[in-house]
């Protein structure tokens, strides 16, 4: 892929692309396939159609990433209501492009060159794609930016502070009790004040999913994201198994956790708003501001390893990052990228607790590795893996720059790891709960508003017995589940945080006992993207199947120790 040059993310030139250009000229390309008389002349015609597509999608995502900036920004808010319609322009010459190399004289070859791994997805692609949902897409869509509007600018007054949704979880690591419990009380009225327009929404979002899955002979809308989703290699029963393995090996150690927590913070009960306070005197808290926390992952990044180096000089040259939380900016954090320039991007919302710097290695994480991808793998498709594997790039990237966190956290360094290795550990069994509340959801599309949650609180007490609202009705009335953006936007999606947190806490346990070594595998399954099925991107990092009971039981087991030793450490 060629690369173009650019100065800053912000000077990028943004063009509205123009979908019946392309289509006309991806169709004339797809002739040249058809009459091409050796595989060297198929090649280029369609590497030339890749040229196109990629041109289409960075100015796609320039548009995403400045309209996640600032969701008030009008030109950037119209742009992607127009790109979300246009694009349905290039829906049906992309499945007959995909219908074009299935049925190619020339698969021997293209196996060779990009590996077997590329036809077989476009073989499970052709059965999640069709013009029969091009529609429903389009109205999925428009729903989905609807919650994020409603979701990004909701909005209150805090300590005479005008904060959204993460001004607000800064207050809950607060020393004062009080003030956690304030802050998470608002909180809960925040989201109340939003919820009947959530649910509204998600109501809407389930009919038009189940909707897409009928039109596409699935049984179910779960039985249709498995194949989007990826998951050629395992199926929701397995996904299940490894739920209950967590259940059974993760949530003991939990509940040992959240007894220690009770005890340091000298509580007779731990409520929910008490669950992001580890120390009686204070989380480690990250020093400097967004620029000086910048300048000291670049430290660290120099350090880290060669590859590292190039990579984060390249990010901070260009400026590819917006850390700050400010007024109608989009929720969460997120990292993506402009393959045109072969640059990544990170987006979160700072809030001044150690989460800023678990942005800085975990969105780091995903950036790293496309930015090695886009400059090694010829076939845009095969960039990057299914989630549950680019989850691991991010992870491992956050344990394995545990031995820098001096730079940020100085004398509170081991609080920082302590809190963060609990926390990789706490935050499971909700990974899990998410996942088994978007199955059970589907399993029976028609719940009302109040038997959700009814199902919501039914999970949580399986996976996390230990959680408390200390009587707030919202919430404790099962309501918890809605503040998940990823329910909303990215259905299935997230358990495969839990299956790769089990796999980059592999790597890090691996790392203690030689870095080289963990550092080698981790950098293979970079490099590798989705050239390869699951299964196989394990073992090139010599993973161990998170869906075997035994790998559970181990990681929970050698964790817990490291656990004991970086709480020794804290003075």
Same mark, same amino acid.
């Given at each position: 892929?060629?690369?173009?040059?650019?100065?800053?993310?912000?000077?990028?030139?943004?063009?509205? $692309?123009?979908?019946?250009?392309?289509?006309?000229?991806?169709?004339?390309?797809?002739?040249?396939?058809?009459?091409?008389?050796?595989?060297?002349?198929?090649?280029?015609? @369609?590497?030339?159609?890749?040229?196109?597509?990629?041109?289409?999608?960075?100015?796609?995502?320039?548009?995403?990433?400045?309209?996640?900036?600032?969701?008030?920004?009008?030109?950037?808010?119209?742009?992607?209501?127009?790109?979300?319609?246009?694009?349905?322009?290039?829906?049906?010459?992309?499945?007959?492009?995909?219908? =074009?190399?299935?049925?190619?004289?020339?698969?021997?070859? #293209?196996?060779?060159?990009?590996? $077997?791994?590329?036809?077989?997805?476009?073989?499970?692609?052709?059965?999640?794609?069709?013009?029969?949902?091009?529609?429903?897409?389009?109205?999925?869509?428009?729903?989905?930016?609807?919650?994020?509007? #409603?979701?990004?600018?909701?909005?209150?007054?805090? =300590?005479?502070?005008?904060?959204?949704?993460?001004?607000?979880?800064?207050?809950?690591?607060?020393?004062?009790?009080?003030?956690?419990?304030?802050?998470?009380?608002?909180?809960?009225?925040?989201?109340?004040?939003?919820?009947?327009?959530?649910?509204?929404?998600?109501?809407?979002?389930?009919?038009?999913?189940?909707?897409?899955?009928?039109?596409?002979?699935?049984?179910? &809308?779960?039985?249709?994201?498995?194949?989007?989703?990826?998951?050629?290699?395992?199926?929701?029963?397995?996904?299940?198994?490894?739920?209950?393995?967590?259940?059974?090996?993760?949530?003991?150690?939990?509940?040992?956790?959240?007894?220690?927590?009770?005890? +340091?913070?000298?509580?007779?009960?731990?409520?929910?708003?008490?669950?992001?306070?580890?120390?009686?005197?204070?989380?480690?808290?990250?020093?400097?501001?967004?620029?000086?926390?910048?300048?000291?992952?670049?430290?660290?990044?120099?350090?880290?390893?060669?590859?590292?180096?190039?990579?984060?000089?390249?990010?901070? +040259?260009?400026?590819?990052?917006?850390?700050?939380?400010?007024?109608?900016?989009?929720?969460?954090?997120?990292?993506?990228?402009?393959?045109?320039?072969?640059?990544?991007?990170?987006?979160?919302?700072?809030?001044?607790?150690?989460?800023?710097?678990?942005?800085?290695?975990?969105?780091?994480?995903?950036?790293?590795?496309?930015?090695?991808?886009?400059?090694?793998?010829?076939?845009?498709?095969?960039?990057?893996?299914?989630?549950?594997?680019?989850?691991?790039?991010?992870?491992?990237?956050?344990?394995?720059?545990?031995?820098? =966190?001096?730079?940020?956290?100085?004398?509170?360094?081991?609080? &920082?790891? @302590?809190?963060?290795?609990?926390?990789?550990?706490?935050?499971?069994? &909700?990974?899990?709960?998410?996942?088994?509340?978007?199955?059970?959801?589907?399993?029976?599309?028609?719940?009302? !508003?109040?038997?959700?949650?009814?199902?919501?609180?039914?999970?949580?007490?399986?996976?996390?017995?230990?959680?408390?609202?200390?009587?707030?009705?919202?919430?404790?009335?099962?309501? &918890?589940?809605? #503040?998940?953006?990823?329910?909303?936007?990215?259905?299935? @999606?997230?358990?495969? @945080?839990?299956?790769?947190?089990?796999?980059?806490?592999?790597?890090?346990?691996?790392?203690?006992?030689?870095?080289?070594?963990?550092? !080698?595998?981790?950098?293979?399954?970079?490099?590798?993207?989705?050239?390869?099925?699951?299964?196989?991107?394990?073992?090139?990092?010599?993973?161990?199947?998170?869906?075997?009971?035994?790998?559970?039981?181990?990681?929970?087991?050698?964790?817990?120790?490291?656990?004991?030793?970086?709480?020794?450490?804290?003075?």
């Amino acid at each position: 892929m060629e690369n173009k040059e650019f100065t800053k993310f912000s000077e990028i030139e943004y063009v509205r $692309p123009n979908f019946k250009e392309a289509k006309k000229k991806i169709q004339g390309y797809m002739k040249e396939m058809n009459q091409a008389s050796n595989y060297k002349e198929y090649k280029e015609a @369609y590497q030339k159609i890749e040229s196109i597509l990629l041109d289409v999608f960075s100015m796609t995502s320039i548009s995403s990433i400045r309209n996640t900036i600032n969701m008030n920004d009008e030109f950037y808010d119209k742009e992607e209501e127009y790109l979300n319609k246009a694009s349905a322009v290039l829906a049906l010459t992309m499945l007959k492009l995909q219908k =074009m190399l299935l049925k190619t004289k020339f698969k021997k070859e #293209i196996d060779s060159d990009f590996g $077997p791994f590329l036809l077989k997805q476009l073989e499970y692609s052709k059965k999640v794609s069709s013009p029969k949902i091009i529609l429903l897409s389009i109205q999925e869509g428009k729903l989905s930016k609807e919650y994020s509007k #409603i979701a990004a600018t909701a909005k209150t007054n805090f =300590m005479g502070e005008d904060v959204n949704f993460y001004g607000l979880l800064k207050h809950l690591q607060a020393l004062d009790r009080e003030e956690r419990k304030n802050a998470f009380l608002e909180y809960s009225k925040l989201y109340k004040s939003i919820s009947d327009k959530l649910d509204d929404v998600y109501t809407k979002l389930i009919a038009i999913r189940c909707k897409e899955a009928k039109r596409l002979k699935f049984k179910s &809308y779960t039985d249709y994201q498995y194949i989007v989703r990826g998951r050629y290699d395992y199926n929701k029963d397995d996904v299940a198994k490894f739920r209950e393995s967590v259940r059974k090996y993760i949530v003991p150690l939990c509940e040992k956790l959240y007894e220690e927590q009770k005890k +340091e913070l000298g509580l007779e009960k731990l409520y929910f708003y008490d669950e992001d306070l580890t120390f009686k005197d204070g989380n480690a808290i990250p020093y400097g501001n967004k620029d000086e926390l910048v300048e000291k992952a670049k430290e660290m990044y120099s350090s880290l390893s060669n590859e590292t180096k190039e990579f984060f000089e390249f990010m901070t +040259e260009h400026e590819l990052f917006d850390l700050e939380t400010k007024e109608g900016k989009h929720m969460g954090g997120y990292c993506t990228f402009i393959p045109s320039y072969k640059a990544p991007f990170i987006f979160s919302n700072f809030n001044g607790t150690s989460d800023d710097v678990d942005v800085l290695t975990h969105e780091a994480g995903h950036a790293f590795q496309g930015y090695l991808a886009l400059r090694s793998i010829n076939n845009m498709n095969q960039i990057a893996s299914t989630s549950e594997i680019n989850e691991i790039h991010s992870m491992t990237m956050e344990h394995f720059t545990y031995p820098y =966190m001096d730079k940020f956290f100085k004398e509170n360094k081991d609080k &920082y790891l @302590y809190h963060h290795l609990t926390n990789a550990i706490k935050t499971i069994p &909700y990974l899990v709960c998410v996942d088994e509340f978007q199955h059970k959801i589907f399993e029976n599309p028609k719940m009302t !508003n109040e038997e959700r949650r009814n199902v919501w609180k039914k999970i949580e007490n399986t996976y996390m017995p230990w959680r408390d609202y200390d009587n707030d009705g919202f919430f404790s009335d099962g309501a &918890y589940w809605m #503040i998940k953006q990823h329910i909303f936007l990215y259905p299935f @999606y997230y358990i495969d @945080y839990a299956l790769a947190e089990i796999c980059a806490l592999q790597l890090f346990l691996r790392g203690k006992e030689d870095f080289s070594l963990a550092w !080698n595998d981790y950098l293979n399954l970079c490099k590798a993207g989705g050239t390869k099925g699951y299964f196989d991107l394990l073992k090139v990092a010599n993973l161990d199947l998170p869906f075997d009971e035994k790998t559970i039981e181990a990681v929970a087991s050698k964790v817990e120790v490291v656990i004991n030793e970086f709480r020794a450490n804290v003075k």
